[in-house]
């Protein structure tokens, strides 16, 4: 009974230990990370007090947004397509109108499930920024880490633009300023600096990010062989140990059957 027990227990907690496992690695692998931070917090008051905020969009996205309604501002379902790849994870957005010269400034933030997606994200919204009929040539910004910048011009309209985009941490973030004249100067990377300075460094927390997760499922993958090694090896001791046993005692069987043999024809056994 207490050797069935005994099995009975080991099994039962192999199961659960496998079951733990199992749970684990799924939840590593499959949880959806969202953001922790509000997003409409996140982003940067404009350059002076003249700036009223917009209550309509004028083609950037007011407000919270999905990838959707992201995608159908900024391009097509080529960019939807690109965004659930990277993980999109929320967004939001907001603009604001100086009065005394009408100049408009744009901010938005996205929202990337991990910063690898946010990197990858950046690039492509830099081509897509680059293939603009309207763009003009790139511009300097400092200290916002990973960044591109762009200047647009329409001279039909006439209508300026300058546009700083960037990634910190898990976060892309877009500053952008549009005005009637070719007056605009260095205002986005100013402001682009202000709002990398603002931002937090992350919206979720890099533990939660998916390339991170996928090294803990590695590592985890990696402890299970391990376990499974040590457990193998433990096995192959014992099993050694026990043919060891059986040898030992298989000669001493043979070495006392021998003693017998010769004791019992110089003395047979009484009776």
């Not at 993980?87 to 100086?98: D, L, P, R, V």
């Not at 700083?164 to 549009?178: A, E």
């Not at 390339?211 to 499922?217: G, P, T, V």
Request: net charge neutral; aromatic share 12%; hydrophobic share 40%.
């Amino acid at each position: 009974m207490g050797g069935r027990g005994g099995r009975f227990r080991r099994r039962s907690s192999r199961r659960l230990a496998e079951a733990a496992l199992a749970l684990i690695y799924t939840g590593v692998v499959f949880a959806a990370p969202t953001p922790v931070v509000s997003l409409n917090s996140m982003l940067a008051s404009p350059p002076t007090s003249g700036y009223v905020p917009d209550t309509e969009s004028s083609g950037t996205p007011i407000g919270s947004f999905d990838a959707s309604e992201y995608a159908g501002a900024v391009g097509d379902e080529s960019t939807l397509k690109a965004l659930s790849r990277d993980g999109f994870a929320g967004g939001f957005g907001a603009s604001w109108t100086e009065q005394s010269s009408g100049r408009a400034l744009a901010e938005l933030v996205v929202a990337f499930a991990g910063g690898d997606g946010a990197h990858s994200w950046l690039g492509t919204a830099r081509a897509a920024a680059e293939a603009s009929t309207y763009y003009q040539g790139s511009i300097t910004a400092f200290g916002v880490g990973p960044y591109y910048g762009v200047r647009y011009s329409d001279p039909k309209g006439p209508s300026y633009a300058q546009v700083v985009s960037f990634v910190k941490g898990n976060d892309f973030f877009t500053v952008g300023f549009i005005s009637n004249a070719d007056d605009l100067g260095n205002s986005a990377a100013l402001q682009a600096k202000k709002q990398f300075d603002f931002a937090p460094a992350d919206s979720i927390p890099p533990s939660q990010w998916p390339e991170k997760l996928q090294l803990l499922a590695g590592g985890m993958d990696a402890l299970k062989l391990g376990a499974i090694a040590a457990v193998t090896l433990v096995v192959l001791g014992f099993l050694f140990s026990f043919a060891l046993f059986l040898y030992v005692r298989r000669k001493g069987s043979a070495a006392v059957d021998a003693k017998l043999l010769v004791d019992g024809k110089v003395q047979p056994p009484d009776g």
